[in-house]
Nanobody, 122 residues
Framework: QVQLVESGGGLVQAGGSLRLACAVAGNIFDISVMGWYRQAPGKQRDLVAQITSGGNSYYADSVLGRFTISRDNAEDTVYLQMNSLQPEDTGVYYC????????????????WGQGTQVTVSS
């Protein structure tokens, strides 16, 4: 079984910062891509940032220059440092990782965290 435990959400004023963390636990052989998605009220879930096992990262245009994604491969944890937060960053943030559970697996399976609420007040 694979579990994702998210932490770090909360309420912050515009211009503030938060750091999200997502720890992956369970029977894991390796993890390829780790990422964060955001779902605002009444909207679809959108990709915010991703990072590969080699450290290459991707950001949505709306967060470029303000958010930084990083990962600790030894701890199977991905982070999202969010600076200069704006009200439009409000939403539930979900962690997503692609996991192989054994060396014999030929494909990666996506897993989702339970989500953590981020609210930015103006």
């Amino acid at each position: 079984q694979v579990q994702l435990v998210e932490s770090g959400g909360g309420l912050v004023q515009a211009g503030g910062s938060l750091r999200l963390a997502c720890a992956v636990a369970g029977n894991i052989f390796d993890i390829s891509v780790m990422g964060w998605y955001r779902q605002a009220p009444g909207k679809q879930r959108d990709l915010v940032a991703q990072i590969t096992s080699g450290g290459n990262s991707y950001y949505a245009d709306s967060v470029l220059g303000r958010f930084t994604i990083s990962r600790d491969n030894a701890e199977d944890t991905v982070y999202l440092q969010m600076n200069s937060l704006q009200p439009e960053d409000t939403g539930v943030y979900y962690c997503n990782v692609d996991v192989r559970r054994s060396s014999s697996d030929t494909y990666y399976v996506p897993y989702w965290g339970q989500g953590t609420q981020v609210t930015v007040s103006s």
